[in-house]
Protein backbone atom coordinates (compact mmCIF):
# COMPACT_ATOMS: atom_id res chain seq x y z
CA UNK A 1 0.00 0.00 0.00
CA UNK A 2 1.44 3.67 -0.91
CA UNK A 3 0.99 6.34 1.82
CA UNK A 4 1.00 9.67 0.60
CA UNK A 5 2.12 12.81 2.70
CA UNK A 6 0.06 16.00 0.94
CA UNK A 7 1.32 19.59 2.04
CA UNK A 8 -0.66 22.42 0.87
CA UNK A 9 0.93 25.83 2.32
CA UNK A 10 -0.87 28.63 0.18
CA UNK A 11 -2.54 31.98 1.74
CA UNK A 12 -4.83 32.31 -1.08
CA UNK A 13 -7.16 29.69 -0.48
CA UNK A 14 -9.36 28.43 -3.08
CA UNK A 15 -7.10 30.71 -5.86
CA UNK A 16 -4.07 29.09 -5.50
CA UNK A 17 -1.94 27.65 -7.99
CA UNK A 18 -0.09 25.66 -5.98
CA UNK A 19 -2.87 23.79 -4.39
CA UNK A 20 -4.37 23.51 -7.66
CA UNK A 21 -1.70 21.76 -9.54
CA UNK A 22 -0.81 19.47 -6.46
CA UNK A 23 -4.53 18.08 -5.83
CA UNK A 24 -4.06 16.94 -9.78
CA UNK A 25 -0.95 15.05 -8.67
CA UNK A 26 -2.83 13.78 -5.91
CA UNK A 27 -6.21 13.00 -7.43
CA UNK A 28 -4.18 11.22 -10.22
CA UNK A 29 -2.02 8.99 -7.86
CA UNK A 30 -5.11 8.11 -6.30
CA UNK A 31 -7.00 7.25 -9.53
CA UNK A 32 -3.92 5.03 -10.21
CA UNK A 33 -3.42 3.52 -6.72
CA UNK A 34 -6.87 3.46 -5.01
CA UNK A 35 -5.70 1.65 -1.98
CA UNK A 36 -3.18 4.40 -0.99
CA UNK A 37 -3.45 6.16 2.29
CA UNK A 38 -3.48 9.93 2.18
CA UNK A 39 -2.97 12.32 5.08
CA UNK A 40 -3.42 16.07 4.51
CA UNK A 41 -1.59 19.20 5.96
CA UNK A 42 -3.29 21.95 5.22
CA UNK A 43 -0.17 24.72 6.56
CA UNK A 44 -2.28 27.66 6.06
CA UNK A 45 -6.02 26.44 7.40
CA UNK A 46 -4.05 25.02 10.10
CA UNK A 47 -1.19 26.54 10.69
CA UNK A 48 1.51 25.19 13.61
CA UNK A 49 2.75 27.59 16.05
CA UNK A 50 6.12 28.73 15.69
CA UNK A 51 9.29 27.16 17.42
CA UNK A 52 10.01 29.11 20.76
CA UNK A 53 11.52 28.75 24.19
CA UNK A 54 8.55 26.65 25.49
CA UNK A 55 9.42 23.97 22.52
CA UNK A 56 13.05 24.02 22.30
CA UNK A 57 13.20 23.64 25.76
CA UNK A 58 11.55 19.98 25.83
CA UNK A 59 13.23 19.08 23.10
CA UNK A 60 16.75 20.30 24.44
CA UNK A 61 15.96 19.86 28.26
CA UNK A 62 15.67 16.58 30.25
CA UNK A 63 11.95 14.81 28.81
CA UNK A 64 11.04 14.25 32.75
CA UNK A 65 10.90 17.86 33.48
CA UNK A 66 8.63 18.45 30.51
CA UNK A 67 5.47 21.10 31.43
CA UNK A 68 2.09 19.54 29.95
CA UNK A 69 2.20 22.19 26.87
CA UNK A 70 5.63 20.91 26.20
CA UNK A 71 4.66 17.48 26.22
CA UNK A 72 2.27 18.24 23.88
CA UNK A 73 4.57 20.12 21.50
CA UNK A 74 6.91 17.59 21.29
CA UNK A 75 4.12 15.14 20.96
CA UNK A 76 3.14 17.81 18.00
CA UNK A 77 6.70 17.54 16.60
CA UNK A 78 6.46 13.66 16.70
CA UNK A 79 3.64 13.21 14.63
CA UNK A 80 4.71 15.27 12.10
CA UNK A 81 8.19 13.46 11.61
CA UNK A 82 6.09 10.14 12.18
CA UNK A 83 3.73 11.35 8.90
CA UNK A 84 6.90 12.33 7.01
CA UNK A 85 8.60 8.88 7.91
CA UNK A 86 5.58 6.94 6.91
CA UNK A 87 5.32 8.13 3.64
CA UNK A 88 6.68 6.71 0.58
CA UNK A 89 4.95 9.58 -1.81
CA UNK A 90 5.02 13.44 -0.21
CA UNK A 91 3.82 15.99 -2.49
CA UNK A 92 4.02 19.79 -1.43
CA UNK A 93 2.24 22.82 -2.64
CA UNK A 94 4.32 25.89 -2.13
CA UNK A 95 3.67 29.74 -2.75
CA UNK A 96 6.21 31.97 -3.38
CA UNK A 97 5.83 34.84 -0.89
CA UNK A 98 8.62 37.42 -0.78
CA UNK A 99 11.07 35.58 -2.93
CA UNK A 100 11.06 32.62 -0.73
CA UNK A 101 8.16 30.15 0.77
CA UNK A 102 5.62 31.00 3.32
CA UNK A 103 6.52 30.97 7.05
CA UNK A 104 3.55 27.67 7.59
CA UNK A 105 5.30 25.57 5.25
CA UNK A 106 8.76 27.18 7.12
CA UNK A 107 7.40 25.92 10.43
CA UNK A 108 6.15 22.88 9.23
CA UNK A 109 10.32 22.08 7.97
CA UNK A 110 11.09 23.47 11.51
CA UNK A 111 9.17 20.71 13.07
CA UNK A 112 9.90 17.75 10.94
CA UNK A 113 13.94 18.91 10.87
CA UNK A 114 14.83 16.74 13.88
CA UNK A 115 18.25 15.82 14.87
CA UNK A 116 18.25 12.20 15.47
CA UNK A 117 14.97 11.34 14.23
CA UNK A 118 15.22 12.78 10.66
CA UNK A 119 18.91 14.05 10.50
CA UNK A 120 22.28 13.20 11.91
CA UNK A 121 25.95 13.55 12.12
CA UNK A 122 27.93 11.05 11.53
CA UNK A 123 32.40 11.55 10.65
CA UNK A 124 31.56 15.36 10.88
CA UNK A 125 29.05 15.33 7.71
CA UNK A 126 25.56 15.46 7.68
CA UNK A 127 23.23 11.98 7.06
CA UNK A 128 19.89 12.72 6.34
CA UNK A 129 17.14 9.59 7.61
CA UNK A 130 14.44 10.58 5.05
CA UNK A 131 15.15 8.13 3.09
CA UNK A 132 13.36 6.29 -0.30
CA UNK A 133 10.74 8.90 -0.47
CA UNK A 134 9.98 10.13 -4.02
CA UNK A 135 8.51 14.32 -3.42
CA UNK A 136 6.91 16.08 -6.38
CA UNK A 137 7.21 19.66 -5.15
CA UNK A 138 4.82 22.22 -6.91
CA UNK A 139 6.16 26.25 -6.94
CA UNK A 140 4.11 28.90 -7.75
CA UNK A 141 5.93 32.29 -8.44
CA UNK A 142 4.27 35.16 -9.81
CA UNK A 143 7.23 36.67 -11.61
CA UNK A 144 9.29 33.84 -13.77
CA UNK A 145 12.74 32.13 -12.14
CA UNK A 146 13.60 29.56 -13.68
CA UNK A 147 15.33 31.54 -16.42
CA UNK A 148 16.32 34.96 -16.70
CA UNK A 149 17.02 38.09 -14.55
CA UNK A 150 15.33 36.93 -11.54
CA UNK A 151 16.71 33.28 -11.67
CA UNK A 152 19.18 34.33 -8.59
CA UNK A 153 16.34 36.08 -6.43
CA UNK A 154 14.68 32.79 -5.99
CA UNK A 155 14.86 31.59 -2.40
CA UNK A 156 12.06 29.24 -2.83
CA UNK A 157 13.36 26.20 -5.04
CA UNK A 158 16.85 26.48 -4.72
CA UNK A 159 15.83 26.55 -0.10
CA UNK A 160 13.31 23.73 -0.33
CA UNK A 161 15.14 21.37 -2.56
CA UNK A 162 18.45 22.23 -0.46
CA UNK A 163 16.38 21.24 2.84
CA UNK A 164 14.76 18.13 1.58
CA UNK A 165 18.21 16.87 0.29
CA UNK A 166 19.53 17.67 3.37
CA UNK A 167 16.84 15.51 5.38
CA UNK A 168 17.46 12.71 2.78
CA UNK A 169 14.84 13.54 -0.06
CA UNK A 170 16.72 13.79 -3.19
CA UNK A 171 14.01 12.23 -5.39
CA UNK A 172 12.45 15.51 -6.07
CA UNK A 173 10.10 16.19 -9.30
CA UNK A 174 9.29 19.81 -9.55
CA UNK A 175 6.78 21.58 -11.33
CA UNK A 176 6.85 25.48 -11.47
CA UNK A 177 3.88 27.69 -12.39
CA UNK A 178 5.65 30.46 -13.07
CA UNK A 179 4.49 33.88 -14.07
CA UNK A 180 0.97 33.79 -13.12
CA UNK A 181 1.06 37.85 -12.42
CA UNK A 182 1.79 38.56 -15.88
CA UNK A 183 -1.77 38.26 -16.60
CA UNK A 184 -4.54 36.04 -17.21
CA UNK A 185 -3.89 34.60 -20.32
CA UNK A 186 -0.20 33.81 -19.11
CA UNK A 187 -1.28 32.41 -15.77
CA UNK A 188 -3.86 29.97 -17.97
CA UNK A 189 -0.92 28.94 -20.09
CA UNK A 190 1.13 28.53 -16.97
CA UNK A 191 -1.66 26.30 -15.12
CA UNK A 192 -2.24 24.15 -18.05
CA UNK A 193 1.38 23.47 -18.63
CA UNK A 194 1.95 22.70 -14.94
CA UNK A 195 -1.13 20.20 -15.20
CA UNK A 196 0.41 18.41 -18.02
CA UNK A 197 3.61 17.99 -15.97
CA UNK A 198 1.42 16.90 -12.65
CA UNK A 199 -0.49 14.00 -14.40
CA UNK A 200 3.66 12.71 -15.82
CA UNK A 201 4.57 13.20 -12.49
CA UNK A 202 1.97 11.01 -10.87
CA UNK A 203 2.31 8.63 -13.92
CA UNK A 204 6.07 8.21 -13.47
CA UNK A 205 5.60 7.26 -9.38
CA UNK A 206 2.93 4.66 -10.31
CA UNK A 207 5.30 3.11 -12.91
CA UNK A 208 7.76 3.18 -10.38
CA UNK A 209 5.14 1.72 -7.72
CA UNK A 210 4.30 -1.07 -10.28
CA UNK A 211 8.00 -2.00 -11.23
CA UNK A 212 8.54 -2.33 -7.16
C1 LIG B 1 1.99 38.60 -0.15
C2 LIG B 1 2.48 38.10 -1.48
C3 LIG B 1 3.81 38.17 -1.77
C4 LIG B 1 4.28 37.72 -3.00
N1 LIG B 1 5.60 37.77 -3.27
C5 LIG B 1 6.06 37.39 -4.49
C6 LIG B 1 7.43 37.46 -4.81
O1 LIG B 1 8.27 37.84 -4.03
N2 LIG B 1 7.80 37.06 -6.05
C7 LIG B 1 6.92 36.58 -6.96
O2 LIG B 1 7.32 36.22 -8.07
N3 LIG B 1 5.61 36.47 -6.67
C8 LIG B 1 5.17 36.86 -5.47
N4 LIG B 1 3.84 36.76 -5.17
C9 LIG B 1 2.95 36.12 -6.15
C10 LIG B 1 2.74 34.66 -5.80
O3 LIG B 1 3.97 33.97 -5.84
C11 LIG B 1 1.76 34.04 -6.76
O4 LIG B 1 0.48 34.61 -6.54
C12 LIG B 1 1.68 32.52 -6.61
O5 LIG B 1 0.67 32.06 -7.46
C13 LIG B 1 1.41 32.14 -5.17
O6 LIG B 1 1.18 30.75 -5.07
P1 LIG B 1 -0.31 30.19 -4.91
O7 LIG B 1 -1.00 30.50 -6.21
O8 LIG B 1 -0.15 28.77 -4.65
O9 LIG B 1 -0.94 30.95 -3.78
C14 LIG B 1 3.38 37.20 -3.94
C15 LIG B 1 2.02 37.09 -3.61
C16 LIG B 1 1.57 37.52 -2.38
C17 LIG B 1 0.12 37.38 -2.05
Redesign the pocket.
Known sequence: MTNILFV?????GG??????VAERVLADLVASNPDATVVRRDLAREPLPHLDETYLGALFGPPENRTDEQKALVALSDKLVDELLAADIVVI????????ITSTLKTWLDYVARAGRTFGYVDGKSVGFVTGKRVVL?E??????TEGP?KP?DFQGPYLRYVLGFLGMTDVDVIA?????FGPEH?ERALAAAEIRATEAARALTVVAEAA
Do not use: L, Q, W
Not at 8 to 12: H, N, Y
Not at 15 to 20: P, Y
Not at 140 to 145: L, Q, S, T, V
Open positions: TSSPRASHSSKASAMINFTVAKGGIYMHVEGVNA
